[in-house]
């Protein structure tokens, strides 16, 4: 298995987001940490459980919000009122920390922290917003601050504060609402008066290069009807390091969900994209011919493509497809991200899909995988799967403890699982807890 990655989140905690009011943290690899021990340990497979409402998709949640302020520098402006939903109601704030490993030229360990608040015009705003990196071989060593925005002023502490000074008064009104990072690598890509005078100075592991590098090397997949789900569109930005104006067009049409909006200098991408997703759904649907792409021009150089799944001579519009294979073919583009090295987030994978297949996918992936993959799931057969890596199977109970499994050669997961020996696990509840709310006539009813 190749390790040519450039970057690895080794762990990640967060505070705030929808019902999590505690601090909640992952670990995906081990604490001590250099460049030989994390290409030995390679790829990063972890599965989350728990109980329905105890936190799960709330992980995933702060995750995309993360990943949105760091690429889009209007998304707290445009998206005030859904933030407001997400932020837990109690503490009214949001916390949230990534550790990074950079494997570039060099090898470097970096740690970002952002905080969220919620002012007296109702209006999200960032708190502070920290870049630091991590010296040593553990990343429990006291951090190095190198950025900082707090109450909306940058500060910087690193060797590079003269590369920032032509920067810094277009920045200081800004950044309450919008992430130094975004703020600043849009600058450095968007002014050419200073692009000559940047690119002499920045390098791959500037902390705004290393972080808007994270950002793009990370998706997350929401188990929602609405979310937008061309991720070979931003795979593609990302490749060519290109600011993601096109998505925002795509979110203003109104068009099938299952429809795509591409552009002509992309149809290549699009169908070599699509050919990768018949093989895949093939595996599930022996019978299937080909998945064919309907296009019609709808604007100079912009097509709106259709599909239909072809079985001999009939054509089925993949609208029209079973739920299950719907979401195989959705989540074909993340898992084929994760694959080629990068790192995605899947709320809720095993939905809708067979638990045969949903094992076989992940046992690939644990063996061949170059990425990380880190999904929420009731799955319990993919405890088998997972019981001998590293760092792979977490359990977030009810009080949003997150207990991680230690591998043990007398116990297995799921029988601790199962047993109810994982505190707040969903097999604390017996059959006789329900007679009071469907069999109030039974006379155990009122047992309790």
Same mark, same amino acid.
């Given at each position: 298995m190749s390790n040519d990655r450039d970057i690895y989140l080794i762990k990640l905690e967060l505070q705030g987001f929808k019902n999590i009011s505690k601090k909640v943290s992952l670990s995906f690899y081990n604490d001590t940490i250099n460049k030989a021990s994390l290409l030995k340990q390679g790829n990063s497979v972890k599965a989350i459980y728990g109980t329905?409402?105890?936190?799960?998709?709330?992980?995933?949640?702060?995750l995309n919000v993360l990943r949105n302020i760091l690429l889009n520098e209007q998304y707290l402006?445009?998206?005030?009122?859904?933030?407001?939903?997400?932020?837990?109601?109690e503490t009214k704030q949001a916390y949230i920390k990534a550790i990074i490993a950079l494997n570039h030229d060099s090898f470097h360990v970096y740690q970002y922290e952002l905080s969220l608040g919620i002012n007296n015009s109702n209006r999200v705003f960032i708190q502070d917003e920290k870049i630091s990196s991590i010296m040593g071989n553990t990343i429990?060593?006291?951090?190095?601050?190198?950025?900082?925005?707090?109450?909306?002023?940058?500060?910087?502490?690193?060797?590079?504060?003269?590369?920032?000074?032509?920067?810094?008064?277009?920045?200081?009104?800004?950044?309450?609402?919008?992430?130094?990072?975004?703020?600043?690598?849009?600058i450095y890509f968007g002014d050419k008066s200073l692009q000559k005078e940047l690119k002499e100075?920045?390098?791959?592991?500037?902390?705004?290069?290393?972080?808007?590098?994270?950002?793009?090397?990370?998706?997350?997949?929401?188990?929602?009807?609405?979310?937008?789900?061309?991720?070979?569109?931003?795979?593609?930005l990302r490749q060519n390091n290109i600011v993601d104006v096109f998505n925002q067009f795509v979110q203003n049409l109104n068009i099938p969900r299952y429809a795509k909006i591409v552009k002509k200098e992309d149809l290549p991408y699009f169908e070599e994209e699509i050919a990768g997703?018949?093989?895949?759904?093939? /595996?599930?649907?022996? %019978?299937?011919? #080909?998945? @064919?792409?309907?296009? =019609?021009?709808?604007? *100079?150089?912009?097509?709106?493509?259709?599909?239909?799944?072809?079985?001999?001579?009939?054509?089925?519009?993949?609208?029209?497809?079973?739920?299950?294979?719907?979401k195989l073919f959705e989540l074909y583009s993340y898992i084929?991200?994760?694959?080629?090295?990068?790192?995605?987030?899947?709320?809720?994978?095993?939905?809708?899909?067979?638990d045969v297949y949903l094992?076989?996918?992940?046992?690939?992936?644990?063996?061949?995988?170059?990425?990380?993959?880190?999904?929420? /799931?009731?799955?319990? %057969?993919?405890? #088998?799967? @997972?019981?001998?890596? =590293?760092?792979?199977? *977490?359990?977030?109970?009810?009080?949003?403890?997150?207990?991680?499994?230690?591998?043990?050669?007398?116990?297995?997961?799921?029988?601790?699982?199962?047993?109810?020996?994982?505190?707040?696990?969903?097999?604390?509840?017996?059959?006789?807890?329900?007679?009071?709310?469907?069999?109030?006539?039974?006379?155990?009813s009122n047992r309790g």
């Amino acid at each position: 298995m190749s390790n040519d990655r450039d970057i690895y989140l080794i762990k990640l905690e967060l505070q705030g987001f929808k019902n999590i009011s505690k601090k909640v943290s992952l670990s995906f690899y081990n604490d001590t940490i250099n460049k030989a021990s994390l290409l030995k340990q390679g790829n990063s497979v972890k599965a989350i459980y728990g109980t329905n409402g105890a936190g799960k998709s709330a992980i995933m949640i702060g995750l995309n919000v993360l990943r949105n302020i760091l690429l889009n520098e209007q998304y707290l402006i445009q998206n005030n009122n859904e933030l407001l939903d997400l932020i837990n109601f109690e503490t009214k704030q949001a916390y949230i920390k990534a550790i990074i490993a950079l494997n570039h030229d060099s090898f470097h360990v970096y740690q970002y922290e952002l905080s969220l608040g919620i002012n007296n015009s109702n209006r999200v705003f960032i708190q502070d917003e920290k870049i630091s990196s991590i010296m040593g071989n553990t990343i429990n060593a006291t951090p190095k601050l190198l950025l900082e925005n707090t109450d909306g002023r940058l500060a910087v502490y690193d060797d590079n504060a003269p590369f920032y000074a032509p920067i810094m008064n277009r920045v200081q009104n800004l950044l309450q609402y919008q992430s130094m990072v975004s703020t600043i690598f849009n600058i450095y890509f968007g002014d050419k008066s200073l692009q000559k005078e940047l690119k002499e100075k920045f390098n791959n592991d500037e902390p705004i290069i290393v972080m808007n590098g994270f950002a793009r090397s990370f998706f997350v997949y929401l188990d929602v009807e609405d979310q937008n789900h061309d991720v070979w569109v931003k795979r593609r930005l990302r490749q060519n390091n290109i600011v993601d104006v096109f998505n925002q067009f795509v979110q203003n049409l109104n068009i099938p969900r299952y429809a795509k909006i591409v552009k002509k200098e992309d149809l290549p991408y699009f169908e070599e994209e699509i050919a990768g997703k018949t093989k895949f759904i093939k /595996t599930f649907k022996p %019978r299937l011919d #080909d998945i @064919l792409i309907d296009k =019609k021009l709808i604007q *100079d150089g912009i097509y709106l493509c259709e599909l239909y799944f072809k079985y001999g001579s009939t054509k089925i519009a993949l609208e029209f497809e079973s739920t299950g294979i719907k979401k195989l073919f959705e989540l074909y583009s993340y898992i084929k991200f994760a694959d080629d090295g990068g790192i995605v987030f899947i709320d809720e994978l095993d939905s809708n899909i067979h638990d045969v297949y949903l094992s076989n996918l992940i046992a690939y992936f644990t063996l061949y995988g170059k990425g990380q993959l880190c999904f929420t /799931t009731h799955d319990i %057969r993919i405890m #088998d799967v @997972l019981k001998k890596q =590293k760092h792979s199977i *977490d359990f977030l109970n009810d009080n949003q403890e997150l207990i991680s499994w230690v591998k043990n050669s007398h116990y297995n997961p799921i029988s601790l699982y199962v047993d109810g020996m994982i505190p707040g696990s969903p097999f604390n509840i017996d059959p006789y807890y329900y007679l009071p709310i469907f069999n109030t006539q039974h006379p155990d009813s009122n047992r309790g």
